[in-house]
């Protein structure tokens, strides 16, 4: 359980394209780590590669290290399906299996690896419910595809989801774009119960989100068009939004932006 991620020089590629230059940066276990900047300056890029997501992309490839705890997730040793479950990924648009029952979108992950035990995944489902904050508003319902379920809803059983597998880290790609503002604090809520057994990472274009949820922040840029997106900074949330290093990233966060 969470885990430590040192990101060492990392350089990711699609193809020819040098979409990311040359990140360092380092997440400590138990906190959640806040991702900022302007469109297309390679977040998600980043995100991707943090779990192995980058590389089902065809011509997609990175250079430079990712560790888990010391261990670099890119070893040749290394199984990356094996990785996505010890690093989950809760993505933008709540993306449950929509008539697949919503107990069973919990512990889908727990099937395909092979737990059949229907006692043992019921509590699993129980636990992770509990543990996305959706246990007292499905309880009656678990036979219920989850499509059945409001956007936050189902974007909490998505996060029910990757936690059932019991990962060290959870990536999450601007999780609350596509919710209500109600929604958008019950995950906010979340996300500060979560930290306490999880490393997090969140990508977020919401600056007061960043700076509620978020520990330390990272902002990314782009020196301009067909530029790799680079890390301008990285530092505790409070100094980021009071008295960042930069000026790219003071005008960003105070909106002069562009
Ligand atoms: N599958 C892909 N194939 C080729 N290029 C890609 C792919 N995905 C992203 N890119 C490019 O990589 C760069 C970074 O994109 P990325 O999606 O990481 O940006 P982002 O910071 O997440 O932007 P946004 O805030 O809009 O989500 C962009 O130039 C984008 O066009
Ligand atoms: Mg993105």
């Known amino acids: 359980m969470a885990k430590r991620i040192d990101v060492k020089d990392l350089d990711i590629y699609y193809g020819k394209f040098h979409a990311v230059d040359s990140v360092t940066l380092s997440v400590p276990p138990r906190n959640v780590t806040a991702f900022i900047g302007p469109s297309g300056c390679g977040k998600s890029t980043v995100l991707r590669t943090l779990n192995r997501m980058h590389e ?6 990175v250079d430079g290290q990712v560790l888990l705890d010391g261990e670099d997730i890119y070893a ?17 648009r ?25 006692k043992k995944l019921d509590e699993i489902a ?26 936050g809803q189902q974007q909490r059983l998505c996060i029910a989801r990757a936690i059932a597998v019991r990962p ?30 999880y490393t997090i990472v969140i990508v977020t274009h919401n600056m007061q989100q960043a700076a509620r949820v978020s520990d330390q ?8 068009v067909g530029q790799p997106g680079r890390l301008v900074e990285i530092n505790d949330t409070e100094k980021i939004f009071s008295n960042p290093n930069e000026k790219a990233t003071e005008d960003y966060i105070s909106g002069r932006f562009g």
């Open 56 to 61: 089902v992309i065809p011509g997609a490839r």
């Open 76 to 92: 040749s040793s290394v199984d990356p399906v094996q990785v996505r479950r010890t690093i989950g990924m809760v993505f933008q």
């Open 94 to 118: 709540p993306n449950p299996f929509p008539t697949m029952s919503i107990r069973d979108n919990v512990v889908a992950g727990l099937r395909l690896a092979g737990t059949k035990n229907k």
């Open 126 to 151: 129980e636990r992770a419910l509990r543990g996305a904050n959706l246990w007292n508003e499905v309880k009656d319902r678990l036979g219920k595809p989850g499509g059945s379920l409001s956007g």
């Open 168 to 197: 060290d880290v959870l990536l999450m790609d601007e999780p609350c774009s596509a919710l209500d503002p109600i929604s958008t604090l019950a995950i906010e809520d979340l996300i500060a119960e979560l930290k306490k057994d």
């Open 217 to 224: 922040t990272a902002f990314f840029n782009l020196a301009g």
